[in-house]
């Protein structure tokens, strides 16, 4: 009977039924990391629907280069990559926007601040290792058991890097609050 | 427990993964140390602010637009039909004996046989427990068009159509899918932003008895056989393993078709139907897999940009109706009253005349252009492409430019009547 993909299956399973002409299992790849990488790219552009489109292009992109990934079980920070390309990418036409229209209209509807692009922010500039767990633990909604089953790192190791990041998050954004208030003794 | 210990050990503490010594010794040394206490009081908070934003982030799930995208436009992956004949089914052992165990069973209706152990009542028997089938349909000889497409099929406890997904990449409105549940198929039109619902409680025996229900293939073939209609020549596939049935039409119509069954589960892998028509070979190649394969429950509906022009026939009242009119004239009537109201800026009329695409989406094709009066509307003619049916009739209407320079804006509608629903209505289809 024919295989079947499940929520639980290892993101390698997805990947060879999607090469195996199965391009549904895809869905599943999606399902699990599209709140982690829309997350990332929102701390990147501030912006979650941009960050949202620029996700979509990338989960294509990957999809489309599936057969060029090496090593399944890095499938996360492969498609944080991909989503790095694609930006880089609309950041040049971006500039090139903002060259002919000056781009008032961006300027004047800039989002109110409910979202936490503080913190997002500093959670895209962690080091990469420490990023992966973050985003994953918390954005992807995984334990720290499933984290580690997934990058194949011992739990210990979870924990140590969640560590490191918690430290590096409360430096950054104390730093960040500081500055800010600096500005304002200034002005 | 020290500071430095205490600080490794925080973040598996939060997480509640300790064990209960080592959690016990953890919080013994918060409530004992200020500064630790107070780290941990601040770690706590900033996963707070972590969890809470990831939570924005939740439910919003991008699987139905980025798998739209990518079964829409793949088309580089090996799909299962370029390996027709290269069936890698495996006999083992055991079902071997199976297989010839059936075989007992079912030797009187055996006739001329290459693979004794099989009979076509085995096929129709195995259909009995397949609850799920995924299929694609190729026609090699014809350029490339809305026959070739791939199906999804789930089938209910009484062996009946529950619901079905197909998916065609080339159609006249670009890629496109359906879904169809309940007696009711949605259509969503990819290129065109379009996603409409109609009323088809046939389509389900229409697509059964046509394509994809290898169960019903079979069993036709048995009766064939019976009533000497076909010879069925039965072989191994080229692979060795694969039973191949090769069935022959006696009438002359030059008809013949291939059948390969896994011995396994004899079930219907592959069926190549080669048909004369016109003078002309057409090959029908289709492929059945998954077979049992649960389907995604997201296969079943649509997660569509907010931006579609949705349409429901099955609820929306849409068109103009017909009474006593006869075709020609309540063509001349839809199309009078579609510009009339384009003319007085009624969206919603306009709308409900077109397909009954709502007034906001008029607005937005429309709104900018001043139209003045209509000209002329042609006498109309029976629609020339064939199943498609109504007429279609040509018109002239004068518009007026930001100048207040007159134009004139020449086309031919596509009309006829709106479907199942509403039989006795009649729409604006196409041809603007």
């Known amino acids: ?48 629907d941009r960050a949202e489109e620029t996700a979509e292009e990338a989960f294509a992109r990957a999809f489309m280069a599936l057969r060029g990934l090496r090593k399944p079980e890095s499938i996360f920070s492969w498609l944080v990559g991909i989503a790095d390309r694609v930006l880089k990418e609309e950041a040049r036409h971006a500039r090139r926007r903002f060259e002919l229209t000056e781009d008032f209209e961006s300027k004047a509807q800039a989002a109110p601040a409910v979202p936490d692009y503080d913190l997002e922010q500093k959670v895209a500039a962690l080091p990469m290792t420490l990023r992966e767990v973050v985003l994953l633990r918390f954005y992807g909604g995984l334990s720290c058991s499933e984290v580690s089953q997934r990058l194949g790192i011992p739990i210990g190791t979870v924990t140590k890097r969640l560590s490191r990041a918690y430290e590096n998050l409360r430096e950054s ?12 003794v200034l002005r | 427990m020290n500071c430095r210990q205490c600080k490794d050990q925080l973040a598996a503490y939060l997480e509640g993964i300790l064990d209960e010594n080592a959690a016990l010794a953890v919080s013994r040394h918060l409530e004992a140390c200020a500064a630790c206490a107070a780290e941990a009081e601040s770690v706590s908070a900033l996963r707070g602010r972590l969890a809470k934003d990831a939570a924005a982030f939740r439910g919003r799930s991008l699987a139905e637009n980025v798998l739209q995208r990518v079964s829409l436009n793949q088309t580089h992956f090996p799909r299962r039909t370029n390996m027709l004949w290269k069936y890698k089914g495996r006999l083992t052992a055991a079902a071997a004996l199976v297989a010839v165990a059936f075989g007992l069973v079912f030797l009187t209706v055996l006739t001329k046989t290459a693979t004794p152990a099989y009979g076509l009542d085995q096929t129709v028997q195995a259909y009995k427990g397949v609850r799920y089938i995924h299929l694609e349909e190729q026609y090699p000889s014809l350029p490339p068009g809305d026959q070739n497409r791939q199906m999804w099929v789930e089938i209910d406890e009484n062996g009946q159509l529950k619901r079905m997904r197909i998916e065609m990449l080339v159609t006249d409105d670009g890629p496109k899918a359906v879904v169809w549940e309940k007696g009711k198929a949605t259509v969503w039109m990819a290129a065109k932003k379009v996603l409409v619902t109609v009323g088809s409680p046939e389509m389900a025996d229409a697509w059964c008895k046509t394509f994809f229900d290898p169960k019903l293939a079979v069993e036709q073939l048995l009766r064939d056989e019976r009533d000497g209609k076909i010879e069925i020549d039965r072989s191994k596939a080229d692979d060795g393993q694969a039973i191949k049935l090769t069935v022959t039409y006696k009438e002359g119509s030059g008809a013949w078709a291939v059948y390969l069954v896994e011995p396994e589960t004899k079930l219907v892998t592959d069926i190549e139907k080669h048909v004369v028509r016109d003078g002309a070979e057409i090959v029908a190649k289709i492929s059945y897999s998954d077979y049992n394969k649960p389907i995604d429950p997201l296969m079943w509906t649509f997660v569509v940009p907010s931006d579609v022009v949705v349409i429901d026939e099955t609820t929306q009242v849409i068109g103009l109706e017909k009474g006593a009119m006869t075709d020609e004239e309540i063509t001349v009537e839809v199309a009078r009253q579609f510009f009339e109201a384009l003319i007085a800026r009624d969206y919603a009329k306009a709308g409900q005349l077109l397909s009954g695409v709502p007034a906001k989406k008029i607005e937005e094709w429309f709104g900018k252009r001043t139209f003045t009066r209509i000209i002329a509307i042609g006498k109309p003619a029976p629609q020339p492409i064939p199943l498609v049916g109504g007429t279609v009739v040509s018109f002239e209407v004068e518009e007026a430019g930001s100048d207040g320079a007159k134009s004139v804006w020449k086309g031919s509608l596509a009309i006829r009547p709106v479907g199942k629903d509403q039989p006795t209505r009649w729409t604006i289809h196409g041809g603007i």
């Not at chain 1, 390698?12 to 039924?17: E, H, L, Q």
């Not at chain 1, 954004?173 to 208030?181: C, M, P, Q, T, V």
């Open chain 1, 173 to 184: 954004l104390a730093e960040s609050g500081h500055a800010r208030r600096d500005s304002e």
């Open chain 1, 1 to 48: 009977m024919g295989c079947q993909v499940t929520h639980t299956d290892s993101d390698n399973d997805c990947v060879a039924m999607c090469l195996n002409g199965h391009p549904e299992a895809f869905r599943h790849i999606v399902a699990r990391y599209d709140a982690a990488l829309v997350s990332y790219l929102a701390g990147r552009l501030r912006d979650r």
